[in-house]
């Protein structure tokens, strides 16, 4: 281990594997740690048996369960959007030939104390029952804006400048009624907060054509995908990438102390004796806790079923999006649900997420709202963790710090951290700008 590295990364979590992956293939030296002995990290995925063991303590899993392996219980579960960012990484690295994908059956929103699907479309909104009928023309005038709009064609901005006027004002223009704001601002563009309507629109326009094109790339009820197995498969699939161009792996190396110079500056990390000299150091917050602030904490349950969400259309794979003004809260509330379907559980068996930031230390009464969508529940188990950033200076320490994984339930906000990372550690920005035909084994799989 006494050698010098261009990147020490230390954790296996999926933000962590994806770095150490794009690392490797822009040929830095990497040499990539975790103090466990499995992939994965926060993120990592779990059978059964660990399950219970994490949650209920020494107890053993119900036999009605079924058997244990036939578990890949994701802790941080994220759909991933199918012509989105993290989509795109794959492509670019190849990792793509190491997994396989299938579409995601339903995107919905809770609107009114009911479950609706997503319009993404004008076609969509007109068959919508998320909105009356003179809101339903008003929103197909909207959606036609937003599908026409090209940036580089100025006649399809019906004389708007999206760089300078809001999304305010922008909605103002079509009349659109507050509770259709909501949905396309929450569940459609994927905001977390209502920030977006004081900011300029084309950031909005852009989530929302992302989120349309997704839709059609695979012809699904939903824009999002999944691997078969889970997303444990994903930090592994960097690893073997990573692997490929060089980079080193270690796994269950105790302590990993990062060691630093008399200016303060990281130079390498120490293991059982022995000290890897590098230039740059990334970490998850767990390494480094006197560089990171907690931010906020997220509260989840883990729900086991035998039953689709219901009001899904059967769907044996969904998110569903409740928007924080449905719940008058300070903060959208998720729902991801998957399945056999995905060989995430045993035939017949459902596992469904219910996450939110935490405004209270009681996530079994905060997270009602979401749990009381999923109908009969075999098995429950709650958690809240903390979220951290970092604080540190990395040009003056040497040290990129990733975020904590926030309460969302898709990848957009996980993905956007690991390309800043990647910019900050590198100085240049990914280029993403890659023929998503090219992806045919991710695309033959999720059709």
Known sequence: MDEEYDVIVLGTGLKECILSGLLSVDGLKVLHMDRNDYYGGESTSLNLTKLWKRFKSNENPPEHLGVSKEYNVDMIPKFMMANGALVRVLIHTSVTKYLNFKAVDGSFVYNNGKIHKVPATDVEALKSNLMGLFEKRRARKFFIYVQDYEEEDPKSHEGLDLHKVTTREVISKYGLE????DFIGHALALHRDDNYLDEPAIHTVKRMKLYAESLARFQSASPYIYPLYGLGELPQAFARLSAVYGGTYMLNKPECKVEFDENGKAYGVTSEGETAKCKKIVCDPSYLPEKVKKIGKVARAI?????????????????????????????????????????????????????????????????????????????????????????????????????????????????????????????????????????????????
Do not use: W
Not at 178 to 181: A, I, L, S
Not at 380 to 396: A, G, L, V
């Open 178 to 181: 507050d509770d259709t704001v």
């Open 303 to 447: 729900c086991i079923m035998k039953h689709p969400i219901p009001d899904t259309k059967d769907s044996h794979s969904v998110q569903i999006i409740l928007p924080k003004k449905q719940l008058k809260r300070k903060s959208d509330m998720y729902v991801f649900c998957c399945s056999y379907a995905h060989n995430i559980a045993p035939k017949g068996k459902f596992i469904a997420f219910v996450s939110t930031e935490a405004e209270t230390d009681k996530p079994e009464i905060e997270l009602k709202p979401g749990i009381d969508l999923l109908g009969p529940v075999e098995e429950t188990f709650f958690d809240i963790y903390d979220r951290y950033e970092p604080t540190n200076n990395p040009e003056e320490d040497s040290c990129f710090v990733t975020n904590s994984y926030d309460a969302t339930t898709h990848f957009e906000t996980t993905v956007q951290d690991v390309l800043s990372m990647y910019n900050k550690i590198t100085g240049k920005e990914l280029d993403l700008s890659v023929d998503l035909n090219a992806a045919s084994a991710a695309e033959q799989e999720a059709a």
